[in-house]
């Protein structure tokens, strides 16, 4: 067979691995032709691919980003883009078509099957926010380095008797927010799923003060919003006026810096703001990552051999299942409140 891959959205940890592995289980267990398509669906749209093979794909596991590169271009956005998107590939002889991303990248998936695309999907993302599967590769990645952060912006809050907001990146799930929050023993943990009030945060750092906590770690999610009111409008100003993406996405970031204003004005602590950004996306992804990317590699191409075109391979119970691509970007995977109440709501404040 000859098949197709691409990766689309933003970069994350563990797509080299996965591209290694597509590669390597098509080329030494079935004989199969790869090729790779470059900056997502950008590149099928503009036939634009290289050839990979089990020499060029044999070592860049460890590598982060990706070595097709990326991009956030939806063919459904661009006048006769589907049409095209089918018929570059067909021109190209492919076969399948292993689509590597996000709700988005997936999304065109997945439409695209109704204009004859045969997808098979990998859900990609560090939000962890892709429904069926209990885990996303590059999720693991990122939490570790945002618990990094969060350890280190701890020891410089406590020299300074500082509030240190720490902004992560999570535009519709607390995913990150949460786990690196309980991870690095922070004091608030603000949520897409949970709009806060600003006052009751307040009134929880102005509580550890007395009990003797000089300094204090708030981590939120770059997503997360006030109650309705006056604080939600004005934090909607602050953070507004970004360009939307051809997903209809704005670039979201200023939540953190608009929360650490509030919280000097309103509690007299000093307080600074740290956004990872980027940082959360780069560098080497986790041994998990790379072993969860790399069994969903291998898994992609056995579907592909197995027809189950639409599909999307997932983690459940510790195994690797396939679920409708469909169901997969249906509604985003939100955070379990019972964690983000029982258990971290134990420690925080």
Known sequence: MRIGILN????????????RAVVLSAELRHGDEVIGYLDGWKGVLEDESV?????RCRDIMALGGTILGTSRTNPFTIEGGPERARANLAAQHIDALVAV????TLGVAHRLGDHGVRAVGVPKTIDNDLSGT?????FDTAVQ??????????TTAES??????????????GWIATHAGIAGGAAEILVPEVPFDVDEVCERLQRRHRGGQFSSIVVISEGAVPVDGPDAESARLATSGAPLDQFGHARLGGIGAWLAQELEGRTGFEARVTILGHIQRGGTPSAFDRVLAT???VAAVAAVHDGAFGMM??????????????????????????LYRAVAGVFLG
Request: net charge negative; hydrophobic share 40%.
């Open 8 to 19: 689309g959205g933003g970069d994350c940890p563990g797509l080299n691995a996965v591209i």
């Open 51 to 55: 050839s990979l093979d089990v020499p």
């Open 101 to 104: 991303g996000g709700e988005d």
């Open 134 to 138: 209990e885990v996303t590769f590059g």
């Open 145 to 154: 380095i945002a618990t990094d952060a969060i350890d280190r912006l701890r």
């Open 160 to 173: 300074h008797h500082r509030v240190i907001v720490c902004e992560v990146m999570g535009r519709h799930v």
């Open 295 to 297: 069994r969903f590699g």
């Open 313 to 338: 391979v997932a983690l459940q119970c510790g195994e690797i299942v396939r679920v409708p691509i469909a169901d997969a970007v249906a509604q985003s995977k939100t955070v379990d409140l019972d």
